[in-house]
């Protein structure tokens, strides 16, 4: 079982908007920011949201995050079939020493 | 350019041992946080280690005692000594920077580790 809880799936169909969840705690979300990393099929995860809400550079604006209390959220506008990946949100978790805490991951498929 | 490049997985049998290299080009690691990220097949993600600029080191739970994680600042190079594998171990090894403002923000492309007899 993950710290986080993500839903395990998501789904759209092209230029809709999703959102995934994620919920942690006050030693976690609650305390320390939320990143969020898309895998697509085969390769390493990718940085696609750091501090909640900020964007890499390359990282497009159709991809946003938000925060609130101990859950975070995804949002992805515009979807497009290349979006279809996994995604994780992450927080340092301030009852570990040193450790970083993922959500189990949610399967977007792009309909 | 940010570049990491994992080596030295394979197959062991339980009980073995292996030592996972992780490369690194394009900045430096004894200056950066480093950590390994597992990922079981088929599974999530789930963060094994870090060592800190610093030089202090941590486990998660699953591998505290067996793991073993360090660095070659002459190589520039991060590296995970893992004993006493079991099966629950098989994984994607990947290793990443972690950046306190930026979270992990690069990563290697992994290399298999299967536990099996």
């Known amino acids: 079982q993950s710290v986080l809880t993500q839903p395990p799936s998501a789904s759209g169909t092209p230029g809709q908007r999703v959102t995934i969840s994620c919920s942690g705690s006050s030693s976690n979300i609650g305390s320390n920011y939320v990143y969020w990393y898309q895998q697509l099929p085969g390769t390493a995860p990718k940085l696609l949201i750091y501090?909640?809400?900020q964007r890499p550079s390359g990282v497009p604006d159709r991809f946003s995050g938000s925060k609130s209390g101990t859950s975070a959220s995804l949002a992805i506008s515009g979807l497009r079939s290349e979006d279809e990946a996994d995604y994780y949100c992450a927080a340092w978790d301030d009852s570990l020493s040193g450790s970083v805490v993922f959500g189990g991951g949610t399967k977007l498929t792009v309909l | 350019e940010v570049q990491l490049v994992e080596s030295g997985g394979g197959l062991v049998q339980p009980g073995g041992s292996l030592r996972l290299s992780c490369a690194a080009s394009g900045f430096t690691v004894s200056s950066n946080y480093m950590s390994w990220v597992r990922q079981a097949p088929g599974k999530g993600l789930e963060w094994v280690s870090v060592?800190?600029?610093?030089?202090?080191?941590y486990y998660a739970d699953s591998v505290k005692g067996r793991f073993t994680i360090s660095r070659d600042n002459s190589k520039n190079t991060l590296y995970l000594q893992m004993n006493s594998l079991r099966a629950e171990d098989t994984a994607v090894y990947y290793c990443a920077r972690e950046n306190l403002e930026r979270g992990f923000d690069y990563w290697g492309q992994g290399t298999l580790v299967t536990v099996s007899s």
């Open positions: 501090r909640n809400n």
């Open positions: 060592i800190y600029s610093g030089g202090s080191t």
